[in-house]
Structures are given as structure tokens and as C-alpha cells.
């Protein structure tokens, strides 16, 4: 491809940069910025984020257009040569996508072609959902917008590229299984590195400024005893409906502790009497919070007071952790004490995401010593699905060597349902370390 074609969509992206500056928004204008120096790199990614940025672009021109004209007539000012300038610039930014859409461009952008859908998926995603956020809320959600106001573009374009390239080395089972502890422990601690700051004194590291404690179960128990706040509960379900159950093997802040001790034990080994105890014990610490909250509520106790019973109950659970789950091998905190994990599994049916096991299955048993959940045994394997347990981590997916474990989602082959759901899971990861915080 000549780089002189190549002029046309980066002047353009430079012209929504150079828009965003006249605006004072510096954050926007370094992305536009970025996304330019970005198209040199030949990532087919790079050309179908180029593509959206450039239609969301048109929208701005013809908006920018609207308002200055109706600007100019409201004071009886002449527009004609305004709107014949400004329609050239919409015509410059359409010929920028017919460039980026023709053959030619195509071929250019030849890098990691074989990822660049998922990838682009990824990172526009997560573009969207932080900059809905950012929106929606009535306060600066966004670190960059607290600490460095107008810069929450900024943060936005640096966790969208951070996005795109963890679903790059996602995307394959192998890289799946190896990351996402990683990305999930990583996740964790930015969590609580900025609540250890919060508590610190640099109160801009809580959303609210006002502190929150950090327990799982309080999701849920925390809006019964208060009678408000269901921010939470709404991203807890959101994220249910999304990608099921997955919440506790790749969202949740306190699972990444369980997961990380659970792998200093031995290898799992399947327990049906542990299977029946992760029902019953989760069912039961759910009943015994929720109760417990109403109970606290009715009887005008202080939120002092709920806030010391709810870091007891945070503390047993940190107990299990480190003495059950690193012993057994198995997440024993998420299977059978956390109430929210219960939840997870019973009301993330509601999501189609599945993991099937296919009828040709050898039973060799590799995906039982991965699946830290309890959740896969010969019955299970037989059956073609894991135990309620389950909350699609996907590990099993990545042990079986003869390809017989899968993602499932209707209408689609188990490879498309894999890369669906790690861009869906991967866009929530890197919003979530964008915008949960205490």
C-alpha cells in the first residue's frame, strides 16, 4: 500500500484531534493522536478500531455542523460557506473510510489478521463501556478524570489497547488458562491497591469518597441492611446475564485470593460429599447474611456495628482460604462459603454460555486435576456437562488434549463460542479495572 493512501485516514483522525483540542478535551485528542501513530504498525486490529473511530467521527462532524449553523442563524449571520467547508470535511472523513474499507488497505494491514476481529471487538467494547460510564455517573469515575481532569479519554484509549492485547494472547486455550489468574490476581490488586490508598488518605481512589468494605457477600446484604445502593447488585447482574456465572472465575476481587492459594495445594481431586456441602453451605452463609441484615436493619443497629459483623464474616472467609482451600486444592471459599457464588451459579443459567463435554470424550480424566471449582468427575464427564459449581473458567477446555471439552452458545461452533466469550469476558475485565473500585 502506498503511504501516501494511507495519509488520508490519518489526517482525518488527526482532524477529530485537532476538533477535540479546540474543544479543551485533551484526553480525546491525545486518542485520536494515538489511533494515527497506531495505523503504522500494519495490526489489522488498528484498521477495523480506525473504521469506527472514523463513523463515530462523521457523527461528530454532522453534529459540530448542525450547531454552528443553527448558531449563525439564530444571530442572522451568513452559513452557506460554513456548511459548503464543513461538508467537505464529512466528505474527507467518509473518502478516510472508503480508504480503510478497499482492498488495498486490506492487504496493508496484515498483521495478526487471523485475531483482528476479536481483538477490534475487544477494545471497542471496552471504549464503549467506559465511556458510557463516564457519562451516565454524575461524578469523575475515571482515576485520569480525578487526578488529571479532561484526561479521562486518555485512560479510556490506554485500557482499550491494554484490552485487545490480553484477548491477543487469550484468544488460544493455552494463553487462557496460563493468563487469566494473571490478569484476574492483577484485577485484585489494583482493587485493593487503591482502597489501601483510599484508606490512606487519598480519598480520589474511592468512587464516592466514602469507604465501602471489601466483602463479596455484602453485594448483596449491603442494600438489604441500608434499604439502598443497588449499583453493585445491578453490575452483578449485568454480568450475569453476559457471561453467566464467570463473574467468580474472572471478575470478582476476592476469588483471585482463593484461586491463588488453592494452587499451592495438591492437585484437585472430584468429592461428591464436598459437591453436596457447596450447595448447602453456600445456600446457608446467603441465608445467614440476608437474615442477618434485616435482622441488624429492624433493630436500628449503627453501620458501625454492621460494618465490624460484616469484616468478621469477610475474615472467615479469608480463613477458609488459607487454611482449607490451600490445603485441598480446591476453591473451597467460592464453592462452599461464599453466598455470592451461589448466586452466580444458579442465576447465571440465565446466561446461555454452557461448558459441554462431546460424546467422544475418552474419560482420561485430564480435566479433573485442573478444575479447581469440583465441578467435573466421570459422572459429569458422562453426562456432557460439570456440577452447579461451575462458573466457566474454561481451564478444562485448555487440559483436554483431545478437544472434547467446549464453550457452548447457540447458533455457534464451540471455537466461535470460545472467542465470543473471551472478548465478552476480556471487555469486562478491563472496564472493571477501570471503574470498580471501593
Keep these: 500500500m502506498k503511504k501516501t493512501l494511507l495519509a488520508i485516514p490519518v489526517s482525518a483522525l488527526l482532524l477529530l484531534a485537532a476538533h477535540s483540542l479546540r474543544q479543551g478535551d485533551f484526553g480525546l485528542t491525545s486518542t ?19 473504521i469506527s473511530a472514523l463513523v463515530w467521527g462523521g457523527y461528530i462532524w454532522a453534529d459540530v455542523t448542525v450547531d454552528f449553523i443553527s448558531f449563525r442563524q439564530t444571530l442572522g449571520m451568513p452559513w452557506h460557506r460554513l456548511a459548503f467547508i464543513m461538508g467537505g470535511v464529512i466528505l474527507f472523513d467518509a473518502l478516510a473510510l472508503a480508504v480503510l474499507a478497499g482492498e488495498t488497505c486490506r492487504r496493508f494491514f496484515d498483521r495478526s489478521r487471523e485475531q483482528a476481529l476479536a481483538r477490534a471487538a475487544i477494545a471497542i467494547m471496552t471504549v464503549f463501556g467506559l465511556a458510557l460510564a463516564r457519562s451516565k455517573v454524575s461524578f469523575a469515575i475515571l482515576l485520569a478524570d480525578r487526578f488529571f481532569p479532561g484526561w479521562g479519554w486518555f485512560e479510556i484509549a490506554m485500557l482499550a489497547f491494554y484490552a485487545q492485547w490480553i484477548g491477543g494472547v487469550m484468544l488460544s486455550p493455552k494463553g487462557h488458562r496460563v493468563n487469566r489468574p494473571r490478569i484476574w490476581g492483577l484485577f485484585s490488586f489494583v482493587f485493593f491497591l487503591q482502597l489501601t490508598l483510599g484508606l490512606l488518605g487519598v480519598d480520589q481512589m474511592l468512587m464516592t469518597g466514602t469507604l465501602h468494605l471489601p466483602v463479596p457477600a455484602l453485594i448483596v446484604a449491603g442494600p438489604v441492611f ?59 452463609t446467603l441465608v445467614l447474611v440476608v437474615g442477618m441484615a434485616l435482622l441488624l436493619r429492624h433493630a436500628g443497629v449503627s453501620g458501625l456495628s454492621a460494618v465490624i459483623l460484616a469484616a468478621v464474616f469477610g475474615l472467615l472467609g479469608v480463613g477458609v482460604m488459607f487454611f482449607a482451600s490451600r490445603k485441598a486444592g480446591v476453591m473451597l471459599h467460592c464453592t462452599t462459603f461464599c453466598p455470592m457464588g451461589i448466586l452466580a451459579n444458579i442465576f ?25 471449582y469440583n465441578a467435573l468427575d466421570e459422572k459429569h464427564v458422562v453426562s456432557g456437562k460439570p456440577a452447579l459449581s461451575c462458573t466457566l473458567c474454561g481451564d478444562c477446555v485448555s487440559a483436554c488434549a483431545h478437544g472434547q471439552i467446549e464453550y457452548s452458545f447457540p447458533g455457534l461452533s464451540g471455537d466461535a463460542a470460545r472467542s465470543l466469550f473471551i472478548v465478552l469476558i476480556v471487555s469486562l475485565h478491563a472496564i472493571f479495572i477501570g471503574v470498580a473500585r471501593i
Design 32 to 50: 485520536f493522536v494515538l489511533l494515527a501513530g497506531l495505523m503504522f504498525t500494519r495490526q489489522a486490529w488498528v484498521r477495523l478500531v480506525a
Design 226 to 284: 441500608r434499604g439502598e445502593g443497588l449499583f453493585m447488585i445491578i453490575l452483578f447482574s449485568v454480568t450475569l446475564f453476559l457471561v453467566g456465572s464467570a463473574w467468580c472465575s474472572h471478575l470478582c476481587y476476592i476469588g483471585a485470593w482463593d484461586d491463588a492459594m488453592s494452587r499451592m495445594g495438591e492437585r484437585p481431586v472430584p468429592s461428591a460429599q464436598m459437591r453436596r456441602w457447596s450447595i448447602f453451605g453456600r445456600s446457608a
Design 348 to 372: 447465571g443459567r440465565i446466561s446461555p454460555w454452557r461448558i459441554r463435554v462431546k460424546k467422544d470424550c475418552t474419560q482420561c480424566g485430564a480435566c479433573f486435576s485442573v478444575c479447581r
